[in-house]
């Protein structure tokens, strides 16, 4: 970890590169930041339905997140190099109290004291189009890496992202392996699919050699529209669709808006996972007048399996909750939420988001019963406006999720993240 620490800090300051490179805009367009996570997580579990009986997951961790981007040298095509330096290191855990996937686990089940990795990428841009090599961090309909614990999960393999038309983001990509938001190591792409017909929530794992995914995103009307097109296959696992729509109309004093996304999958070449059969079909509409903004929400899986993805991610789903997913076999849920900036009332940096989800019409198979789910989260987040502290968020965020065929949840999170621009 030492070596690692090492080069991230040599990148952090760039010492030693060549001046002929630093003349060449290399140097000159680079960026690095450091931030610093500090991150407390708790579960409470009861009415467990799993296999695993741990009644509770508590654990507190500090993150150390360095993210370095070079320009690009100069003529018609530039070359440059990212990286990304990730270490965790425990502040407390026990032996009965992890699997929070802030922290590795180890065979005799006690966390990792501490973990590092460092991610590299080689770019090459020209025009308005990069070709990227190494480590990456998608952020798609299709496949998106997850931010939501000590340390972002990331991909490993080749992307290609193209805007030479305005409006219009084109692109693909092959990833060959995934590190896992609390690993250190290259995993497989591991398809999660829930098809359990005894349990609906529980997951099977299988693995697939590459995930290869195209698309596009156009955006016209000042930007207030967005039309999406992505296609994403898992290697003789699945493939799946995704078509989208974004539309924000100004009217007043109120901004109306709509996000609306259809999913659709099927396995895959060899079938490694069996026949596969998934729609998911979601709406997420809001109303924004000064510093509120109001939700509703609906949300339909069908087909004969749950939402399939990648890893252990969260996808931009309309009623996708960080503790429950809502996307289970014939699930249907609603939202409704309401966000508030309290800038409106003076207190800059303030800002709040309580959401309510209710999901029902859950295929238990031969458990025999209508499956029904709800969940309620409240978030709070201040960021300190001025001082020697300006700029440190503090995030808490209260999550109380029950069902009548899956394990409920009592969940608090408590989450302090400062930035630091090194140059």
Known sequence: MKRKLQFAITLATAGGIPAAMAESGFIEDSTATLQLRNYYFMRDFSDIQERNQQSKAEEWAQGFILNFKSGYTQGPVGFGLDALALVGV?????????????LPVHDDGEAADEYARLGLTLKTRFSNTELRFGEQTPNLPILAHTDNRLLPQTYQGTTLISREIPGLTLQAGRLNS??????????????????????????AHVTGDHYNY???DYSFNANRTTLSFWQGQLEDIYQQRFYGIRHALPLGAWTLAADIGYYTAQDDGNTDAGSLDNQLLYGLFSAKYQGHTFFV?????????????????????????PTYQFSAPDERSWQIRHDFDFATLGLPGLTSTLRYVQGDNVDTGPRGFEGEEWERDLDLAYTIQSGPLKN????????????NYA??????????????KLF
């Open 90 to 102: 425990k502040l407390d855990s026990s032996r009965d109290r992890t699997n929070t996937a802030l």
């Open 214 to 216: 195209i698309g596009g």
């Open 407 to 420: 394990t409920d949840i009592d969940e608090n999170r408590i989450i302090i993240n400062y930035a630091i």
């Open 297 to 321: 929400g609906y949300q339909g899986v069908y087909g004969d399996d749950g939402f399939l993805r990648i890893g252990d991610t969260l996808s931009p789903l309309g009623n996708e909750l």
């Open 392 to 403: 440190v968020s503090i995030r808490w965020r209260n999550a109380i999720a029950r069902s």
């Open 178 to 203: 995934a590190k896992m938001r609390n690993s250190t190591d290259d995993g497989e792409m591991t398809a999660l699919i829930i098809n359990d017909p005894i349990n609906p929530r529980r997951l």
